[in-house]
């Protein structure tokens, strides 16, 4: 989508922090970190959110829970959440499928 941030990101017009990309998907350090390290995980293709998301797309989200923990190892995250905010009511900004992947401090939950 031309006027999506994320997909700007994906294909370099915006310039972003990149720990990791494949084929399939691009991870990122978030401008607005909510922990010592908080980097999306989006996949290159525009999906609005998980809610949008399809059948033929259980392969991507895979890969993204993978690269995920791959990413986490990385970084040496033994202890790491994983979220996706699915529309504004549950905080989602960006409309473009994104996980948020945090680590290095503790986590309440429930996370209210
Ligand atoms: P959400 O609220 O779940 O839609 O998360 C969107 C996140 O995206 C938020 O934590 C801030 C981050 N973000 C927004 N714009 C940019 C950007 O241009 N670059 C980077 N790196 N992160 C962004």
């Known amino acids: 989508m031309s006027d999506c941030i994320f997909c700007k990101i994906a294909k370099g017009e915006i310039q972003a ?3 990791y990309q494949d ?5 990122f350090k978030d401008l607005n970190p909510q922990a010592p390290s908080h980097i999306l995980i ?40 994983l979220v996706a905010n699915n529309g504004k009511g549950a905080g989602q900004s960006v409309f473009h499928l994104h996980y948020h992947l945090m680590g290095g401090r503790r986590f309440l939950w429930p996370a209210g």
């Open 17 to 19: 922090q990149i720990l």
């Open 23 to 27: 084929e399939d998907l691009i991870a």
């Open 42 to 81: 989006i996949p290159f293709r525009h999906i609005e959110n998980l809610a949008a998301a399809q059948e033929q797309d259980a392969l991507l989200l895979g890969k993204i829970q993978l690269a995920a923990a791959k990413i986490a190892k990385e970084l040496g995250l033994k202890d790491f959440r």
